[in-house]
C-alpha cells in the first residue's frame, strides 16, 4: 500500500498512487522475502547477524525433517548447531528458493535485512506497536516471542533451551543432558501454523522477478 501513496501534492499520503507492473512484482518479491525473514527469526531464533550470513548451502529443505546447520563462525557462540524447521518454515523457504531459479548454494538466503526504520515501518503496517511503555520491539524480541510461544505450547525447558541456543547456568542440565537426543525435530513439526494461510500462488509469482 504504501507504493500507492502519493509523496508530495496536495494528495501526499493519500492511495492511488499508479504503480507498474514492474515495480509491483518486484515489491511482491520483496515484500514475500521479507515475511519470509521475519519467520525465520521467529521459528529458529536466529539473531540478526546470523540472519544475513545464513546460505543456502546451511538449509537441508529436502530432508525428514528439514534442518538449518548453523556454522560456527557465524554464530555468537561459535558453534556449530542444527536446528529443526518447522514444516510452515521449510515450506516458506521452498517457495522462495524456486522463485529464484535455484540459486547458487554459496548465495545468501536472505538479499538484504532491513534495518530499524524499515523494521518500524513493516510493524506500523502490521499494526504491531513498536514501544509498549518502557518496552521496545526490536528483532531480537522475536526471540522472546520463540520462548514465550514455546511455552506457551507446552515445550519443556530444556527442550526451549536447546532449540534457542542458550546457555543453562545449571552446569548438571548442560553438561549430562544430551541435547542431539532430545526430540527436538518432532516437537517442532507438531506446533501449530502461524500464518493464517498457505503460500499463495500470488506470492510465489510474485517472488520469481
Known amino acids: ?3 500507492q501513496r502519493f509523496n508530495r501534492g496536495p494528495r501526499k499520503g493519500k492511495l492511488g498512487a499508479k504503480v507498474s507492473e514492474r515495480r509491483a512484482a ?3 518479491a520483496v515484500g514475500f522475502e521479507r515475511a519470509t525473514l521475519y519467520l525465520t527469526l521467529f521459528w529458529t531464533g536466529l539473531r540478526k547477524s546470523e540472519a544475513k550470513a545464513l546460505r543456502w548451502s546451511d538449509l537441508v529443505l529436502d530432508a525428514d525433517p528439514p534442518i538449518l546447520r ?3 563462525h557465524t554464530t555468537k557462540s561459535k558453534r556449530d548447531d542444527v536446528l ?3 514444516p510452515e518454515l521449510a515450506e516458506r523457504l521452498v517457495g522462495m528458493k524456486h522463485s529464484r531459479g535455484e540459486p547458487e548454494p554459496s548465495d545468501p538466503v536472505f538479499t538484504s535485512v532491513p534495518g530499524r526504520p524499515a523494521f518500524l515501518a513493516d510493524l506500523e ?3 504491531i506497536e513498536a514501544h509498549d511503555g518502557e518496552r521496545y520491539f526490536d528483532m531480537h524480541a522475536i526471540r522472546v516471542s520463540l520462548t514465550t510461544f514455546l511455552a506457551s ?3 519443556g525447558q530444556r527442550l526451549a533451551q536447546a532449540h534457542l541456543r542458550h546457555s543453562d547456568p545449571r552446569l548438571t ?4 543432558t544430551d541435547s542431539e537426543a532430545l526430540p527436538m525435530a518432532a516437537t517442532i513439526g507438531r506446533l501449530p501454523r502461524i500464518t493464517r494461510d498457505e503460500i499463495s500462488d500470488k506470492e510465489t509469482r510474485g517472488g520469481s522477478a
Open 153 to 155: 505450547q507446552g515445550v
Open 173 to 176: 542440565a548442560v553438561t549430562y
Open 84 to 86: 529443526a524447521l518447522h
Open 70 to 72: 548453523l556454522r560456527g
Open 1 to 3: 500500500l504504501s507504493a
Open 26 to 28: 518486484k515489491l511482491r
Open 125 to 127: 503496517a502490521a499494526g
